[in-house]
């Protein structure tokens, strides 16, 4: 029993070390030092207890094997973590053929920022808009997006950190 659970131990504290050291990553490349931090912490101090277990028994591939898989869920489990968290701010590109005037007001009283510009496409005259949203918000802004068109092009940029502009809600 002592080693099913020891197995167990090296599993999960690689799920929760590898989970941790990927939202750590992200946070990072996003501009938040000190969150990244305190998550860097916890992160290596698991995967040191974690890793300890597994050098104390390494002639017993069962206990790297037990890792392994925890190193490879967590990666999986880190992902959705972060994919549910939705942190940080994109810049939507969306072009259509089709007038942008209503779509840019409901829009707009949606929360959005939105500038739109003329552009010409292979086919014609074209309508860009350039729309600010927080990253949890895109599924809404797609929807009603191919809402106004079924046909809109779509582009999703990540904004490491937007400044200025009309919606100051993002500074929050």
């Known amino acids: 029993m002592e080693i099913v659970w020891g197995y167990l131990f090296i599993f999960f504290a690689r799920i929760v070390d590898v ?3 990927t939202f750590r990553t992200l946070m990072i490349v996003r501009g938040r030092r000190a969150p990244a931090a ?3 912490f916890f992160e290596v101090s698991v995967y040191i207890l974690a890793l300890g277990k597994v050098f104390a028994r390494l002639g017993q591939p069962s206990y790297i094997i037990a890792y392994a898989l925890g190193f490879a869920t967590g990666n999986w489990v880190g992902s959705l973590i ?3 968290v939705a942190l940080g701010f994109l810049t939507v590109q969306a072009i259509t053929r089709l007038s942008h005037q209503g779509l840019c007001e409901n829009l707009r009283q949606a929360g959005f920022g939105v500038t739109s510009m003329h552009g010409e496409g292979r086919d014609g005259p074209r309508e860009v808009l350039l729309i600010s949203l ?3 918000l895109l599924p809404r802004l797609v ?3 191919e809402a106004h068109d079924p046909d809109v092009f779509i582009t999703v940029l990540e ?3 937007p400044v200025g ?4 809600e ?3």
């Open 143 to 145: 929807k009603m997006l």
């Open 134 to 136: 927080r990253r949890r």
């Open 165 to 168: 502009g009309v919606h100051p």
């Open 19 to 21: 989970s941790l050291g």
């Open 159 to 161: 904004a490491r950190r």
């Open 170 to 172: 993002f500074l929050r």
């Open 82 to 84: 972060e994919e549910r």
């Open 38 to 40: 305190m998550l860097g």
